[in-house]
């Protein structure tokens, strides 16, 4: 099970035209492109497209609104007294830790023991709160979406991501199986027009690489 992006269409019919007359041949294989430069440009905008995914991401994850204003629905009450004990057990130990080392830290400027702990309770507790994050459970998914490396102009991207930037048909999104039906819920990307902005933006990095790799060539 796969969620997709929808960016081909719009990328392969006009953006590409506008990036190097020989480029859209290179991609699909119809013009020899023994430079790689279609592998340069599909690289360099799926690092970006998802650099942008995932920032935005974030921004929501955190209960907040991306770049376009948009938010995601809250968690319900239920969901976040389930998180909050998972993240109560997975932080016990650290609580302990830094308890220690601060009720030792105040004790030895002169501190009753008493007072001590109590401070030092409170920075420990604060050390570990964190706000639940709405999309993030395992960490799956999350991970899926964050942009991978560019090395020598080729992508490379993370477990379950989706970065097929070859061909005429391109796929930008994530196989993690319950990101479907999250997306129903709480869309990972916005609509198109929207979305035209980071394809702007991924289509105008690729063109830079291009640029820079070009010049580079002896």
């Known amino acids: 099970m796969t969620t997709v992006v929808p960016v081909n269409s719009n990328l392969n019919r006009d953006v590409l035209l506008q990036v190097l007359r020989t480029l859209p041949g290179r991609i699909v294989g119809t013009t020899?492109?023994?430079?790689?430069?279609?592998?340069?440009?599909?690289?360099?905008?799926?690092?970006?497209?998802?650099?942008?995914?995932?920032?935005?991401?974030?921004?929501r994850s955190r209960g907040g609104s991306d770049e376009f204003g948009r938010s995601w629905k809250?968690?319900?009450?239920?969901?976040?007294?389930?998180?909050?004990?998972?993240?109560?057990?997975?932080?016990?130990?650290?609580?302990?830790?830094?308890?220690?080392?601060?009720?030792?830290?105040?004790?030895?400027?002169?501190?009753?023991?008493?007072?001590?702990?109590?401070?030092a309770t409170r920075l420990a507790y604060a050390a570990i709160t964190q706000t639940v994050p709405i999309g993030i459970d395992t960490g799956e998914m999350e991970k899926s979406l964050r942009p991978g490396r560019v090395v020598g102009?080729?992508?490379?991207?993370?477990?379950?991501?989706?970065?097929?930037?070859?061909?005429?048909?391109?796929?930008?999104?994530?196989?993690?199986?319950?990101?479907k039906y999250f997306h129903?819920?709480?869309?990972?990307?916005?609509?198109?027009?929207?979305?035209?902005?980071?394809?702007?933006?991924?289509?105008?990095?690729g063109r830079d690489a291009i640029v820079q790799r070009f010049r580079q060539s002896p």
């Open 184 to 205: 129903r819920k709480r869309p990972l990307w916005p609509p198109a027009k929207q979305r035209a902005v980071w394809i702007k933006r991924s289509v105008k990095a």
């Open 74 to 119: 809250p968690l319900s009450p239920a969901t976040i007294r389930r998180k909050q004990h998972s993240l109560s057990q997975k932080n016990a130990a650290k609580f302990k830790a830094i308890l220690k080392q601060k009720t030792a830290a105040f004790s030895r400027t002169g501190m009753p023991v008493a007072q001590a702990r109590v401070k």
């Open 153 to 179: 102009g080729r992508y490379t991207a993370p477990d379950k991501q989706i970065a097929d930037t070859h061909g005429k048909d391109w796929k930008i999104g994530t196989r993690v199986a319950h990101a």
């Open 32 to 59: 020899p492109d023994p430079e790689g430069f279609a592998a340069v440009f599909g690289g360099t905008f799926a690092h970006k497209f998802f650099t942008e995914l995932h920032r935005n991401f974030m921004l």
